[in-house]
């Protein structure tokens, strides 16, 4: 069983810089997807990064050059490097786990969310 818990969350100043992390408790970290996303309020989930096993990353328009997705695959855990963060930036922030297993079935992990607030 996958568990992702997130930290790194907080309140910042518009133009500040965050870096969330999520540790992954399960087996075979390395070949999960990750994913970053976020929701606002009255909005819907939306992915803010993804990194696949083989490195290649994809970004949200909205945070493209401002945040970063890596991972530590000793560590087990994901990061989101944010900075020159915005009032748009304010939401609660989740971390994602994806991976097709061999027998077809999809392996779709959540964390219970980290709260990014941007204010000043």
């Known amino acids: 069983q996958v568990q992702l818990v997130e930290s790194g969350g907080g309140l910042v100043q518009p133009g500040g810089s965050l870096r969330l992390s999520c540790a992954f408790s399960?087996?075979?970290?390395?070949?999960?997807?990750m994913g970053w996303y976020r929701q606002a309020p009255g909005k819907q989930r939306e992915l803010v990064a993804r990194?696949?096993?083989?490195?290649?990353?994809n970004y949200a328009n909205s945070v493209k050059g401002r945040f970063t997705i890596s991972r530590d695959n000793g560590k087990n855990t994901v990061y989101l490097q944010m900075t020159s963060l915005s009032l748009e930036d304010t939401a609660v922030y989740y971390c994602?786990?994806?991976?097709?297993?061999?027998?077809?079935?999809?392996?779709?992990?959540w964390g219970q969310g980290t709260q990014v607030t941007v204010s000043s």
């Open positions: 990194l696949t096993p083989g490195g290649r990353t």
């Open positions: 399960g087996s075979l970290f390395s070949i999960y997807t």
């Open positions: 994602n786990a994806y991976v097709l297993y061999s027998d077809g079935r999809p392996g779709d992990y």
